[in-house]
């Protein structure tokens, strides 16, 4: 009986570890995609304000 206590909760600590494992990997690949997000933001504003004021000089 208790082996197979022993066996239930492994498999649960194992799924869990899992699980944050994955979760973990979610958010830094969601934090990753914002800021290359942001980046391209960035970038397009600065190039959209330099053509901006080479066509007004």
């Known amino acids: 009986m208790l082996d197979l206590l022993l066996t239930i909760v492994a498999i ?3 799924l869990a570890v899992s699980f944050v494992i994955k979760a973990v990997v979610v958010i830094c690949e969601e934090r990753e995609e914002t800021a290359s997000a ?5 970038s397009a504003v600065s190039r959209h304000t330099t053509s ?4 007004v000089a």
């Open 12 to 14: 649960v600590a194992v």
């Open 38 to 42: 942001s980046d391209l933001y960035t």
């Open 52 to 55: 901006h004021k080479k066509a």
